[in-house]
């Protein structure tokens, strides 16, 4: 017998809850990383050279590691919150798992428009009295992307034990 309309959305939830899981991981632990080792602080004042350029994907910016899988964060977890909705259970979970996304993403947006540019991204790196608060507001805003990214991939994680729970 073949699967019913049903059975093939459980397994689209299903792929797209495991999706959305190791998206949130790779941007969690990627954001902690960033954190711990003040990536910031060495990249804002690595002056220019033709093997370190000063550009999103330039070596030793954080920009080739997030590139690939970065942008699949919110769409993931909003297709999981979407595919998953009728199963009540988790359905929470799956609101604050978007909710967060949504959140992380917009601090990001934040962070890609109005901070990395002057920070990171000009000719030669600012002197230390512009680069300072620069400085202090990207790890606010990245403390807030943090956590919003933590709450996430916890949100999703429960959601999709729940959800393997539920099956076996």
Known sequence: MGQT???????????????????????????????????????????????????????GSPGRYYAPIAPLNAPAAVAALISGWRHS?????????????????????????????????????LDEERRKPLLKRWYRVHALRLTASAVALAAIHQARTIRLRSRG
Do not use: C, M
């Open 5 to 59: 309309s049903s059975d093939g959305r459980d397994v689209l939830a299903g792929r797209l809850l495991e999706v959305a899981e190791f998206t949130h991981a790779h941007w969690f632990f990627g954001n902690l990383y960033e954190a711990i080792v003040k990536i910031p602080d060495r990249v804002a004042a690595s002056e220019a050279s033709r093997e370190l350029p000063r550009t999103p994907f330039g070596a």
């Open 89 to 125: 259970d988790s359905r929470a979970w799956l609101i604050a798992g978007a909710a967060s996304s949504a959140t992380g993403a917009a601090a990001t947006a934040y962070l890609l428009r109005s901070i990395n540019p002057k920070l990171f991204f000009s000719p030669q790196p």
